[in-house]
């Protein structure tokens, strides 16, 4: 049966509980899972022949498989991809979980870096795979202030703050020496004539600008189309033991591949293009037919952002073996959190 005309309907209300205990169970055990093994762990109310059935019928569709050794099923990729979509529920983490998390992050040193490392180490800890996660990037840039500083002779340092809180310094060499004064007064020039502008205003309003203003402003443009295009540099990985010690990458060629998954942040940023907003979470099961390094890999990513002006990525990845509704939780989670913190720092003027 082809994915796209699979449905909730496709399955009994028995099928569906059939393929969650498959799933669940080949998870925890990765081992086939036979009909036997169903009714004697799961009162379900029928036969093992019964359920021999649901697992043909269920092969049928596409959603289990079985290897040519074994008598039991193991789910396919397709089997993952419904089971994400139709199956799971409940996948808020307990009470309990989520104030330790929450104490781990108030423990951390108020920094952004401290707050990504925490993500990844609690990301790593609770889905037993590799955790990873990229720097805020500044959306929009804004003009908010500026100041110039005369340092000696010609020499004078330009001081940039955007409103969403990067801050850029650039040594300029004039001229001719300008007196602190003249500065100020070019500085306060700047501040009413591009306060509040992002880039595209603030090249747009230079020609209304005195000639040495205009200067000091095309180099302020600069620095801002620097911080927009910023690819957010520091890139964070935890658990790169836990994901290996799963036996889907126990052969050389299966570990290097999630290696290099794990040290190309290109290649979250290519996914991340297809990322719905903050807070909302992304499974990509085995590439999905798009990624051919993601095969036999799942990533479960989240974006966390403050105020449409500034956001990052964060994420599992792991074996397509995953504890998908654990690890959607927590990754959720995580990014609420991460989402917060942003808010408290660039959620304001």
């Avoid at 029928?46 to 359920?51: C, E």
């Avoid at 060499?173 to 004064?181: A, C, N, T, V």
């Avoid at 600008?209 to 095309?218: M, R, Y």
């Avoid at 990845?317 to 720092?345: A, N, Q």
């Amino acid at each position: 049966m082809r994915e796209d005309t699979l449905s909730i309907d496709s399955l009994s209300e028995r099928q569906r509980e059939v393929l969650r205990i498959v799933i669940q169970e080949f998870v925890q055990t990765a081992q086939p899972v036979g009909s036997t093994g169903i009714v004697g762990r799961y009162d379900l109310g029928v036969s093992p022949a019964t359920i021999r059935n649901d697992l043909a019928a269920l092969e049928r569709m596409g959603l289990l498989t079985h290897p040519h050794t074994s008598a039991g099923r193991i789910p396919t990729d397709l089997g993952y991809r419904f089971f994400v979509h139709y199956l799971l529920s409940n996948l808020e983490l307990p009470p309990e979980e989520q104030e330790t998390i929450r104490l781990q992050f108030r423990q951390a040193p108020a920094e952004i870096d401290q707050w990504l490392r925490t993500s990844t180490a609690v990301l790593a800890r609770a889905s037993q795979s590799a955790a990873v996660a990229t720097a805020p990037r500044v959306a929009r840039c804004t003009f908010k202030h500026m100041e110039l500083v005369h340092i000696q002779g010609t020499k004078v340092l330009l001081v940039l703050v955007s409103q969403e809180g990067a801050v850029k310094q650039q040594i300029l060499d004039l001229d001719r020496p300008m007196e602190q004064h003249e500065l100020s007064r070019i500085s306060n020039e700047l501040n009413d004539q591009l306060g509040g502008l992002d880039s595209a205003g603030v090249a747009a309003r230079l020609a209304t600008l005195t000639p040495f203003a205009q200067q000091v402003a095309e180099v302020a443009l600069e620095a801002m189309r620097r911080i927009e295009q910023a690819e957010g540099a520091l890139f964070f990985r935890d658990g790169l033991a836990e994901v290996l010690s799963a036996p889907e990458f126990a052969e050389r060629e299966n570990a290097r591949r999630i290696v290099r998954v794990l040290e190309d942040p290109g290649l979250l940023e290519q996914i991340a293009e297809d990322l719905p907003d903050s807070g909302n979470v992304y499974v990509l099961i085995s590439g999905d037919g798009r990624y051919a390094e993601l095969r036999d890999v799942s990533v479960v990513l989240s974006r966390y952002g403050a105020s449409d002006r500034v956001s990052g990525l964060l994420g599992v990845i792991g074996p397509v073996r995953m504890r998908y509704g654990r690890t959607i939780g927590v990754v959720r989670f995580v990014s609420c959190i991460m989402s917060e913190k942003l808010e408290e720092i660039y959620g304001g003027d």
